[in-house]
């Protein structure tokens, strides 16, 4: 390759070949002349330690500042789940949060945009939606929820960010600085503060959210605003701060004793004095966790640290923090700041309720050997909101199916599901699901296991909860309806079983036609087919075959069901013989696995004729006896292969 010539006469340069180019690779040289640099060259250009001093505490701040940012969202999420366990009403008959019944005599009713229950109108927040001109109402932890994506991000990236929820055995935690200065930022120490706590307002918002309790909210959120305003301006005049009955320097939490109405009050004697670069931080943090109008509902909170001449009758320690707990808890019904997302794994599950509860009916057709299970809905229990079923998406809500199972020998040959519900904690699915080839032995040792879950695009489904049914709890012919509360999931019992060396079983129709001469042979359907493929299921079809047969011309095959355990035929086959010569034959049936590529499978398969026994013969024997009558029997396979005439 030749080179090739650029610019002017007077300044040419020369475009290098690739010889020229494989050679300055090797030498590492670069690309030109002026890429080239001498080890020299490389040491002058490192990054000096004071450099790489700079860069580590630029990452370390960085690092700092997620941490906070995760600490703030893990309380807005702790808040709303507060909200969510302190409603008190079932969003039916109820006012949602504060309980109130509706009816001619009581307050007017709203039907919440998002959770479709029904709120009061002091609980509910009027708004509209997008260019609509009608308003939309919304009950005030839903606007919580829409306001904490917008806050957290969690709109951007369709999940709520990575987030620590504070610890709960600890109300008031201390926060450690934003950004390390090279100087030590000087903090005043303040002395131990404690609480106290009277009951009486707990009892009274739980009987009646009244008007005279908004006011009091509204008053004591104008109180805070206005302290919180002069503290701001006397630090930034270089002041010291002297706050007498607030003070929010990382407080530590202090002794919680019962005493009178004046409830939760703490005051700070000695001033306090904050250095600007910790103001925002303090200030936020406090106004998080010590909200008045947060509390206007379960007490007020105040500043003191005089509790040695506060102190009255001591309780004891648990009992004290789950006063406060319930402090805290009741007052996220009328906080204004909507800074909460729902959480999933907030919802404790130790406790069976909270899964939700199931209504399904189950009914045994004896006649037809059938077991049919309908399953209704996943409803609303009252005691706690939105326990329909457990949410396990980030939005707070799940994408719930039924599957079910019979137990010993779960698989996927007596797997049955329902369809997928979309977006709701409170499905109704109203559809029946039909074991077919259960017997009367089968309903004295099986149990019938109904699972809830929830379907997931991107990961494994998610199990929800389950219930089980022994069904011999079942009569004949007779409905039985459930109402069950999902449980945990239970461990299944492995124990050797009978039925996981089933092949499956068959329905099959006899009937000798005496206007044609012949025996009709009916393959209605398999159920519970072993599954011979990869993927846990198999291709089936049926052969029949009447022996004997000199001239081998009485072989007949349905057509291949794909990928099932449970295959459908509904086929007829008719065998041309007289009635006196049937007696001597003998049925045999054979299901397979169709495969491409290589050799079927063998199934199972069932003889019918005189030579059989149990139920075979009896099914054979009614045939005989009862000309022009169809008649039809459930078998089971079994692995062995009946006759010499069946390599597939």
Request: glycine fraction near 6%; include cysteine; charge should be neutral.
């Amino acid at each position: 390759m030749t080179d090739t010539m650029f610019g002017s006469e007077n300044e040419q340069w020369v475009c290098p070949n690739d010889r020229q180019l494989m050679l300055r690779a090797k030498l590492h040289t670069g690309w030109s002349i002026h890429t080239f640099q001498s080890e020299r060259q490389r040491k002058a250009q490192a990054l000096e330690k004071r450099e790489l001093d700079l860069i580590m505490s630029v990452i370390h701040r960085a690092e700092q500042l997620e941490l906070i940012e995760q600490h703030r969202i893990g309380r807005l999420v702790e808040r709303l789940d507060n909200m969510r366990s302190s409603a008190m009403g079932n969003g039916l008959s109820q006012c949602l949060l504060c309980g109130e019944v509706f009816g001619l005599l009581g307050s007017s009713s709203v039907l919440c945009l998002d959770c479709c229950m029904k709120v009061c109108t002091k609980c509910g927040i009027e708004t509209t939606a997008g260019g609509q001109k009608r308003t939309q109402w919304l009950c005030k932890i839903c606007s919580e929820q829409r306001e904490v994506w917008k806050r957290s991000g969690a709109w951007f990236y369709k999940a709520l960010p990575k987030h620590i929820r504070p610890i709960k055995d600890s109300i008031l935690d201390n926060r450690k600085p934003v950004i390390e200065r090279g100087e030590q930022l000087p903090v005043a120490r303040s002395a131990p503060i404690s609480y106290t706590w009277a009951q009486s307002r707990v009892y009274l918002s739980e009987s009646d959210g009244s008007d005279a309790e908004l006011s009091e909210c509204s008053s004591d959120r104008k109180t805070f605003a206005s302290e919180t305003n002069q503290r701001r301006d006397s630090e930034s005049s270089g002041g010291q701060v002297q706050t007498p009955q607030s003070s929010f320097t990382s407080p530590t939490r202090g002794n919680v004793h019962i005493e009178s109405p004046s409830s939760l009050v703490s005051e700070q004697s000695s001033s306090s004095s904050f250095n600007p670069g910790l103001e925002d931080e303090v200030i936020d943090h406090s106004r998080t966790l010590l909200t008045p109008p947060a509390l206007s509902r379960a007490g007020s909170l105040r500043s003191s640290s005089t509790s040695q001449k506060s102190e009255g009758p001591q309780a004891d320690a648990n009992r004290d923090e789950d006063d406060l707990d319930q402090a805290f808890g009741a007052t996220a019904l009328v906080a204004s700041k909507k800074e909460e997302e729902p959480d999933v794994e907030g919802y404790d599950s130790d406790d069976s309720t909270t899964l939700g509860t199931l209504d399904f009916s189950l009914l045994y057709d004896q006649e037809n050997n059938a077991l049919h299970c309908t399953i209704n809905k996943a409803k609303l229990p009252v005691p706690r909101y939105k326990k329909g079923l457990k949410p396990m998406d980030h939005n707070g809500l799940s994408d719930p199916y039924v599957k079910l199972h019979l137990l010993p020998g779960a698989s996927k040959a007596n797997k049955l599901r329902t369809k997928t519900l979309r977006n709701t904690l409170n499905p109704v699915w109203s559809e029946t699901l039909t074991y077919y080839g259960i017997t009367d032995e089968d309903m004295v040792r099986k149990t019938l296991r109904i699972s809830v879950c929830d379907e997931d695009k991107f990961r494994h489904n998610e199990f929800i909860g389950e219930t089980r049914i022994p069904l011999k709890k079942l009569k004949p012919n007779q409905t039985k309806n459930f109402s069950n509360c999902l449980e945990k999931q239970l461990p299944i019992d492995k124990t050797d079983d009978k039925s996981l060396e089933e092949r499956g079983r068959i329905m099959i129709s006899l009937k000798y036609s005496s206007q044609k001469s012949g025996l009709v042979v009916g393959i209605i359907r398999c159920a519970h087919l072993a599954a011979m493929d990869a993927n846990g299921f198999s291709d089936p079809y049926v052969k029949t075959y009447l022996k004997p047969d000199e001239n081998k011309k009485s072989k007949h095959k349905t057509a291949v069901k794909k990928k099932t355990l449970n295959p459908e035929f509904n086929e007829e086959f008719f065998y041309e013989i007289k009635y006196a010569d049937l007696s001597k034959k003998t049925l045999e049936v054979t299901v397979w696995d169709y495969d491409i590529g290589k050799s079927n499978d063998f199934i199972g398969g069932v003889s019918l004729g005189i030579n059989a026994s149990g139920e075979r013969l009896k099914h054979w024997f009614d045939c005989l006896k009862n000309k022009d009558k169809k008649i039809e029997r459930w078998h089971t396979l079994t692995n062995e292969l009946p006759g010499s005439g069946y390599n597939d």
